[in-house]
């Protein structure tokens, strides 16, 4: 799979949103990152399914839900209509994980589990075939600009190894803290997504730096091909 990096909206100017995406669009961004918080399953409050509908109207990329929330279930039909193109969700705040990740396949949209950095790898055994994407998270998640955890590379590692019999392609996309220092190991651990958002919309240059990181991703890729 190519790699791809996908800004998330978390870091970004709201008052320049649409502005915003645009630009990293046009500077080769694959995807663009939403985070869903609701105060209760992590610490913060954010955006909802207006905000993907939105996004929507504004940008041919994909849309890429990540659901950090309590009661999922509850909320896959209004973000598969309003347009996300993958929804994911965590294993620790989805107690039926095949049947929401079947759901999300019913509703048209790919179908996604994030890992939190407490949670092991295997968890994901009994769900492979379900899954379009693996999201593991590499900082604890509610917030935006925390420190990467180190140890995040070898869970790549790890959910690589777990996915690579599958004949279907599962995405491996790594969430917080990702920048410069760091891409290039993530990719040559088997990442395919790099989450991207204190270092991409926190720059003074935000095209500039999804090149930059883009480059950082790719050379990672030689170096694991």
């Given at each position: 799979?190519?790699?791809?990096?996908?800004?998330?909206?978390?870091?970004?100017?709201?008052?320049?949103?649409?502005?915003?995406?645009?630009?990293?669009?046009?500077a080769?961004?694959?995807?663009?990152?939403?985070?869903?918080?609701?105060?209760?399953?992590?610490?913060?409050?954010?955006?909802?399914?207006?905000?993907?509908?939105?996004?929507?109207?504004?940008?041919?990329?994909?849309?890429?839900?990540?659901l950090?929330?309590?009661e999922?279930?509850?909320?896959?039909?209004?973000?598969?209509?309003?347009?996300?193109s993958?929804?994911?969700?965590?294993?620790?705040?989805?107690?039926?994980?095949h049947?929401?990740?079947?759901?999300?396949?019913?509703?048209?949209?790919?179908?996604?589990?994030?890992?939190?950095?407490?949670?092991?790898a295997?968890?994901?055994?009994?769900?492979?075939d379900?899954?379009?994407?693996?999201?593991?998270?590499?900082?604890?998640?509610?917030?935006?600009?925390?420190?990467?955890?180190?140890?995040?590379?070898?869970?790549?590692?790890?959910?690589t190894?777990?996915?690579?019999?599958?004949?279907?392609g599962?995405d491996?996309e790594?969430?917080?803290?990702?920048?410069?220092?760091?891409?290039?190991?993530?990719?040559?651990?088997?990442?395919?997504?790099?989450?991207?958002?204190?270092?991409?919309?926190?720059?003074?240059?935000?095209?500039?730096a999804?090149v930059?990181?883009?480059?950082?991703?790719k050379?990672?890729?030689?170096?694991?091909?």
């Open positions: 799979m190519n790699v791809r990096i996908a800004p998330s909206i978390l870091s970004a100017d709201f008052a320049r949103l649409g502005e915003q995406v645009q630009i990293v669009e046009a080769g961004a694959g995807l663009i990152h939403v985070d869903v918080m609701d105060g209760h399953f992590v610490p913060n409050l954010t955006m909802g399914p207006l905000v993907v509908a939105a996004l929507k109207r504004i940008t041919t990329l994909p849309l890429d839900v990540h950090m929330i309590s999922p279930d509850r909320y896959l039909d209004a973000f598969a209509q309003a347009g996300a993958t929804i994911t969700v965590h294993v620790e705040a989805a107690p039926h994980l049947r929401t990740l079947t759901r999300i396949r019913e509703l048209g949209a790919r179908a996604g589990a994030a890992i939190n950095p407490g949670t092991p295997g968890v994901l055994r009994d769900v492979l379900s899954l379009d994407q693996v999201i593991v998270m590499s900082v604890n998640p509610g917030f935006g600009g925390q420190s990467f955890i180190a140890r995040s590379v070898d869970k790549v590692r790890e959910v190894a777990l996915t690579a019999p599958l004949l279907q599962v491996i790594v969430d917080g803290g990702v920048d410069l220092s760091n891409a290039g190991a993530l990719v040559e651990a088997g990442a395919t997504i790099l989450v991207a958002g204190a270092s991409v919309f926190g720059q003074p240059d935000p095209a500039a999804t930059a990181l883009l480059r950082a991703a050379a990672g890729r030689l170096l694991g091909s």
